[in-house]
């Protein structure tokens, strides 16, 4: 078919010249329908053809339209048809190097142009286009799940007036399927009326693919997030919800959905107590500071839980918050247990405040009441008192509290130790001496009794005083009285006496160890403290005592005592008394780094205590004695003597046979 404009001969179906891109159809102006180059009149309504009749090429149209516009408005002549003909040529060359699919349609939907991109990618021609239906076109290439649902879309469309678009698949050349994203753009002419679509394809097969590839993997993750035992929730910068895992919706018993989206959210499972706090992390959040709080929500059954959570911000690339999240831990078993601790520990310092009345004597045991019962009854008068119990049970604090309930109170407490004494200085050391009563005694020195006049003197393990001692001690006793070594003049004293003892002294005054009378005289108001192991219940007060004593003194702060310890030490049977519990309470703390108390069990000795010898061993030693004495004639020192013999140091002897009170004398024979 010839061009009328350059003469080019074309295919006999092309309705534009491959030359120079002209309409070779001529078309009727009044009913459209297409004539031969040739005809002079309209077959269908044979109205008159005129030479102008032909249709535009799209690039023509666009060109002449563009060209027309410019003029009239600059009142400049319009441009050459030759000149137009050749930007043409070059408006389809650049689009034909376009990367994205270019198809123009006519405003009855008739296809008209498609780009290079288009041609190779499907495997088509222009002139298989021109001369198919749009929509026989796309059902061939269309995906089948795809066809009808883009075809309806561009029939919507194509009916309206504005831009639209729509995502299908289509197939390409060698058959494979890949999703475009279509655009179709009206263009207009004079009257504003529509006159072309101009339709854009952009593959957006690689796209789909990530996006299906994160839309995989976020399913993924949920799904291990949901599977966590932790609370996870993500919120927006107007702190909404915009998601919460399995855990936070189990927890709530709300669904996801009457969850996202509600910033009023928190009233409704924070507990009100906590709600300050919570809007207070909120307000920091915004700020883009992360936190950590412990708060109470609320369950579906209307309970509250405590829960740790920690919060910190999201960010975008720019560095802006654009939301937060948050994980949480329910820990409501161990603020319980806490509590129920610190309760505990209350009523345990209570128990202990109320225990303390008698200075350090620390207890709510039966026997230790007992005990407290007599030291009441007792202090107030001028009695002789004798404590008796085992090492370390606190006999000295007994005095002491004796002493302050007393009408002496005022005055001084002076505590003699008479085991820690050597025997030859002992009576020195409680009445004193003159100058040059003895080798060493440069001064006059004043002995406790002289110093505890108007007040108490405590005599602690009162069975180790020698016998001589024991008989200036019963004479200060009765007469009230006594003389410095080295002087005649009887000092008179005011002094009240409490005797202790961890000795049997029936066994010693059994074997002549210990002056009968003497005893009498102190055991006045005996009082028997009893050992640790028979008041259990007062070891958990005693270590929450000696805990605090000890934290205090070294700057250390003890909040909880360790309920395997307290058990620990309520079985242990603590040879040492009271003693040996302070001093591994001490040493507890001082390696103690939290602020829970535990001791090890490897300080605490398993091995039964000795049993107590008592008056057997007193009388054992007293017979090997007096064999030694009888044997040697009452000689004590000397190769020959009775030391030698027992193996002792001659002063040794001397003096167990003082303490005793052995007469040497009766087995001197002539």
């Not at 891109?21 to 077959?43: D, Q």
Request: charge should be neutral; aromatic fraction near 6%; hydrophobic fraction near 40%.
């Amino acid at each position: 078919m010839q061009c009328p404009k350059c003469q080019h001969q074309n295919p006999p179906r092309a309705k534009f010249c491959v030359e120079c891109a002209s309409s070779i159809i001529r078309r009727c102006a009044t009913c459209g329908t297409e004539a031969p180059p040739t005809a002079k009149f309209c077959l269908e309504c044979a109205a008159p053809l005129a030479a102008n009749d032909r249709e535009s090429s799209p690039a023509e149209s666009a060109v002449s339209a563009e060209t027309v516009r410019t003029a009239a408005q600059q009142n400049e002549v319009v441009v050459e048809p030759q000149t137009a003909s050749r930007q043409e040529h070059e408006l389809r060359e650049i689009l034909d190097l376009v990367p994205h699919h270019i198809v123009v349609l006519g405003a009855a939907g008739r296809l008209l142009y498609a780009n290079r991109a288009v041609l190779e990618h499907y495997g088509w021609t222009t002139q298989h286009i021109q001369a198919s239906e749009f929509d026989v076109l796309v059902r061939d290439i269309a995906h089948p799940d795809d066809a009808e649902s883009f075809l309806a879309a561009c029939a919507r469309g194509f009916a309206g007036s504005s831009e639209w678009e729509v995502e299908a698949r289509s197939r390409r050349r060698d058959g494979v399927y890949r999703w475009f994203l279509v655009q179709g753009t009206p263009l207009r002419d004079d009257a504003g009326r529509i006159s072309r679509w101009y339709l854009r394809a952009t593959d957006i097969e690689d796209r789909k693919k990530a996006a299906d590839k994160i839309r995989q993997d976020e399913r993924e993750l949920r799904t291990i997030v949901d599977f966590l035992p932790q609370i996870l929730v993500v919120c927006d910068a107007e702190n909404r919800v915009v998601y919460a895992n399995h855990a936070a919706l189990a927890f709530t018993g709300r669904t996801l959905e009457e969850t996202i989206g509600r910033p009023n959210v928190w009233p409704e499972i924070v507990h009100p107590d906590d709600l300050p706090a919570v809007r207070a992390v909120l307000a920091r959040l915004a700020k883009g500071i992360g936190s950590e709080l412990e708060s109470r929500l609320r369950r579906p059954d209307g309970q509250y839980r405590w829960i740790l959570g920690r919060q910190a911000p999201l960010r975008d690339g720019e560095g802006r918050v654009i939301g937060w999240f948050a994980a949480a831990t329910d820990i409501d078993d161990r603020k319980r247990a806490e509590q129920r601790l610190q309760d505990e520990n209350l009523a345990l310092r209570e128990e202990l405040d109320k225990a303390s009345m008698f200075e350090e004597i620390v207890g709510t045991s039966p026997r230790l009441q007992g005990v407290l019962e007599n030291v009441s009854r007792v202090a107030p008068t001028e009695s002789t008192v004798l404590i008796t119990g085992e090492t370390g049970t606190g006999k000295e604090l007994v005095a002491r509290a004796i002493h302050k309930r007393s009408n002496r109170s005022s005055r001084a407490f002076v505590s003699v130790n008479c085991a820690a004494i050597p025997p030859a200085l002992i009576a020195s050391e409680l009445f004193g001496h003159e100058k040059g009563a003895f080798t060493g005694a440069l001064t006059r020195r004043v002995g406790r009794f002289e110093l505890a006049d108007g007040g108490t003197i405590f005599l602690d393990e009162i069975g180790d005083l020698p016998l001589d001692t024991q008989l200036a001690l019963l004479r200060v006793l009765q007469e009230r009285e006594f003389e410095r070594l080295g002087s005649t003049r009887p000092i008179k004293v005011d002094v009240r006496i409490i005797a202790a003892t961890n000795r049997d002294l029936k066994a010693a005054m059994a074997s002549g160890a210990f002056r009968t009378d003497l005893f009498y005289r102190l055991s006045v108001f005996p009082i028997e403290i009893p050992p640790l192991r028979e008041r259990r219940p007062d070891i958990p007060l005693l270590v929450a005592y000696f805990a605090d004593r000890y934290a205090s003194k070294a700057g250390k702060t003890i909040r909880h005592l360790d309920k395997r310890m307290l058990d620990l030490a309520t079985s242990y049977p603590w040879p040492g008394n009271v003693r040996e519990l302070q001093n591994v309470i001490e040493r507890a703390v001082i390696v103690c780094e939290t602020d829970t108390l535990v001791v090890d069990e490897n300080w605490l000795s398993r091995e039964a205590p000795a049993p107590s010898l008592g008056g057997a061993l007193v009388a054992h030693e007293r017979e090997m004695i007096e064999a030694a004495l009888t044997e040697t004639r009452g000689k004590v020192a000397g190769p020959s003597g009775a030391a030698a013999k027992l193996g002792l140091p001659a002063s040794t002897l001397e003096s167990r046979i003082r303490t005793l009170g052995i007469r040497k004398v009766q087995y001197k024979r002539p």
